[in-house]
């Protein structure tokens, strides 16, 4: 069976510095990892995934992530918070043949500080 | 612009009444997720459905809980009877499967349910 270990339930953190939201993963078939973010009150979107090729995956505002087979891990990263990137962001695995089934780690909620 | 459309945005029910959340997914979408949100238990998988198939309710509590989608653009997720513990936040998601999984599900707005 999946699953996803997301092992920071919370990030403070001022603006304009860096910040890591790690993910870790368990799973005994190849997988696709994915993170999403959920502003309040809201659903949640998708920010970048990995399916296959580059290990190293960008969105369009800054945000970046690693896939490492060996650690097993899909860390999120951005050199320089806004406040704006102030949301909860979930870390997702899914895998071939899965239908898109997303299994969701716990969530870390970032917050960004003046 | 596509979106997942839910209804009711906001639910309030005394317990033992019945609640029904509807859901009308991405036109052309043929996977259709529920999921239920909690601060203490995350994001949870309650049921999909591929091709207005049910794949996997494992994650539902059956003896109350039920989901079906009558047609394409209408899936439902029905509580009978409602108890307090079932208050949360549930969200409808779909997506396209054509046999290479993209990952992108794509979120409604979530229906906040609260039983009294």
């Known amino acids: 069976a999946q699953s996803v270990t997301q092992l920071d339930s919370q990030v403070p953190v001022f603006e304009e510095a860096p910040v890591e939201l790690r993910c870790n993963y368990s799973?005994?078939?190849?997988?696709?990892l994915f993170w999403y973010v959920q502003y309040p009150n809201q659903g949640l979107q998708l920010l970048l995934k990995y399916l296959s090729g580059s290990t190293l995956v960008k969105s369009i505002n800054g945000f970046e992530a690693e896939f490492n087979k060996s650690q097993t891990s899909f860390h999120l990263r951005k050199p320089s918070v806004h406040i704006s990137d102030t949301a909860e962001y979930f870390c997702a695995v899914s895998f071939s043949g899965g239908y898109n089934k997303l299994i969701f780690g716990a969530g870390t909620r970032l917050a960004v500080h003046p | 612009d596509a979106r997942v459309t839910q209804t009711p945005r906001h639910k309030v029910t005394e317990m033992g009444q019945e609640v029904t959340m509807r859901c009308q997914p991405i036109l052309g979408h043929n996977t259709v997720f529920w999921y239920r949100q909690t601060m203490m238990q995350g994001l949870e998988l309650l049921a999909y459905f591929r091709n207005r198939a049910p794949l996997d309710d494992s994650g539902m509590p059956k003896d109350r809980f039920s989901a079906e989608m009558p047609d394409a653009t209408l899936a439902t997720l029905k509580i009978q009877p409602s108890e307090p513990r079932d208050s949360a936040v549930y969200f409808c998601?779909?997506?396209?499967?054509?046999?290479?999984?993209?990952?992108?599900?794509?979120f409604g707005e979530g229906s906040r349910l609260t039983v009294l």
């Open positions: 799973s005994s078939v190849s997988v696709y």
């Open positions: 998601a779909s997506g396209l499967d054509i046999g290479q999984n993209t990952g992108e599900l794509f």
